[in-house]
Structure formats: C-alpha cells, structure tokens
C-alpha cells in the first residue's frame, strides 16, 4: 500500500499509548478524523504532537470567532505557502461549516463573493508577509486570538504537511471531484459545527509559564498552547551547531515571506551543511526538500524522532519570525 508518509514511518495510531493515545482521542472527538495524517506524522516527537494539536484545537475549533472566517483564514495562509494538501483539506472543511457556494468558489479558484470573506481570506494569505500591513484586521477585537492562532497554527501545519507528506489528501487524489469534497465535508459536519470547550487542549501538555503567552492571545487558552509549541519546536535547534543556528536564524531575519527562486540560491549546499539547509528549506520552501536532502543529514544516530524535531524547528522558526511582527494594537473597521 503507498504511504502518505515522507521520509519517515510513524507508528500506527493503533499502537499509541499514554500522552499520544490521549491526543488521538481527542482528535477523534473535535477533530472528527481519528488518525488525521497531518498529525499522525508528528507521532514520532510525542513533544511536538500534544502542543501542535493543542494550538490548532484552541485557536480554529474551540477559539472565539466564526469558524467559516477561521477555515477562510487558513485557507489563506495555506494557498500562500503553497501547500495544496491544505487547500484542499480547509475547502473540505468548508463543506462541512454548510458553506457549500463558498467551498466551490474556492476550488474553481475564485474570489469570495461576500466581500467580508474576501477579506478575511486576503488577510489570512497576507499573513505570510513578517511585518505586513495586516491592519485593520477584518474581524472583531475579542476574535482575534481565535484568528491569529489559528494563522500560525497553520504557518507551521502547513511546512510540517509540505516537508513529510504527499501532496495527495485523499488516495488518487480524490478530494478534486466535487462530489467527494461535499461527501466528506458532510461526514464532518456535526463534528465541526459542534461547539469545544475552549481549555481541553491544554490537559494534554507541560503547561509553559503563563508569562511566556503571547500578548495578542489575551486570556484565552491559545496563549499557553502557542508557548507550549513555540518551547517544544524550538528546542530542535540543538540539532544544529552554533554556526548552522546563526545562519538559519539570520536568514529569516531578513526574509521579507517571498518563495525562493528555482536555483535555490543562497541556501546552504546539503554536503556541507546539511542540517541548517534542511532547516531552511523547511521554513522558506518545504515543498523543494528531497530525498537527498533528507540522506545528505541523516546518520545512524538521526531518527525519526531527530527527523521530525529538525523540521519542526524550521517550521516554527518562520512562525516566530512572522508572529514577531503581530505586536500591534488589534482595530477593526
């Protein structure tokens, strides 16, 4: 059977127990999918899954704010960081919310006709950008954190699908045809539209220091989640050496959320400087990571498990460098 799965080989859900079984479940329960591949893949750094879970359920499914405006938003962040496995999985989800119109629009690759969709779907794509104009924000004040959790969940889900996963969200790609995006969504549908208590999430984790939530999360469980995956994610960077950690963090200081161009030039070359090439192409352009990248850093001693912590560690550093541009007053229109 081919795997979903690139260049590593998580256990079967089946097989989880304690803290992983745990987050399984609760996929299952708000999620609506029991063994979503999305985090399936994360199976392997158990450190990694409980926090990215955590900040995807308390920002989109169980933060304030429409859940249609949240699956618009990701939708935005994945088209811009060209991940069509997510594309295709929110448009999916958008059937499920009862958007059906809204849904097809999107996958015959027009514009919203409800200019306030359209805009929050601009925003969301527009989020790539560190230090965008992202003001005014299309959405209420006391929505913000669902909103902006829900973006960065997504900057990270997002490279961790590009980089480990096939771009194929359904076998044959089946999630193209209509009928089967309408199917699926409806088989979510009471799941996603059923109302989660903000908080269950953060059961799952080593809760971080309450100082270390982001001042836009306010008082919502969305903070503690982010700091959770920003401390476990970060904590990869020790796969790097000093100089390999410099050159990915000043890479990302200067990058402005344009793609890199075909040559890939500028980055690190994958004999010399594997991991920190690695690291970036994860952050800047996951789609672009093969298999001889992947071979050129991988040793005995690097597993799965070091795999996935090094992915996760670029991910999340785009993540950082886009979240570090939020610190603005929050205004709507």
């Not at 295709?88 to 989800?93: F, G, R």
């Not at 950690?245 to 161009?261: F, K, R, S």
């Amino acid at each position: 059977m081919p795997t979903p799965f690139r260049h590593t080989e998580p256990l079967p859900p089946k097989a989880a127990t304690g803290r992983v079984a745990a987050v399984y479940e609760q996929i299952a329960r708000d999620f609506g999918i029991a063994e979503p591949v999305t985090f399936v893949v994360l199976s392997s750094a158990p450190e990694l899954l409980a926090p990215a879970w955590a900040l995807m359920r308390e920002s989109l499914i169980a933060g304030p704010g429409s859940r249609t405006g949240k699956e618009l938003a990701a939708y935005g962040v994945s088209r811009a960081n060209q991940c069509p496995f997510c594309v295709d999985a929110h448009t999916v989800l958008l059937h499920a919310t009862g958007d059906h119109a809204l849904a097809e629009r999107l996958a015959r690759g027009e514009r919203p006709e409800n200019e306030d969709h359209a805009r929050v779907l601009d925003w969301g794509e527009h989020t790539r950008v560190p230090g965008g104009a992202l003001e005014p924000y299309p959405f209420p004040r006391e929505h913000a954190p669902g909103y902006l959790g829900t973006a960065l969940a997504f900057h990270f889900i997002n490279r961790i699908v590009s980089a480990l996963l096939t771009e194929q969200m359904l076998p044959f790609n089946a999630q193209r045809f209509r009928a089967v995006r309408s199917v699926a969504g409806r088989t979510l549908a009471r799941t996603v539209r059923r109302s989660a208590l903000p908080g269950e999430g953060l059961a799952l984790l080593d809760r971080p220091d309450p100082g270390e939530a982001p001042a836009w999360a306010g008082d919502t469980a969305v903070g503690p989640a982010y700091a959770a995956l920003l401390r476990a994610a970060m904590a990869g960077s020790g796969l790097l050496d000093a100089d390999d950690q410099a050159l990915v963090e000043e890479t990302l200081w200067g990058w402005d959320g344009a793609h890199p161009p075909l040559a890939l030039g500028g980055f690190p070359d994958r004999r010399e400087r594997p991991g920190a090439r690695l690291a970036l192409l994860t952050a800047l352009a996951p789609y672009r990571i093969t298999d001889e990248d992947v071979a050129a850093w991988r040793r005995p001693e690097h597993t799965d498990h070091c795999l996935v912590r090094l992915v996760a560690y670029g991910a999340f550093a785009a993540v950082d460098r886009i979240e570090s541009a939020l610190h603005r007053p929050i205004t709507r229109t």
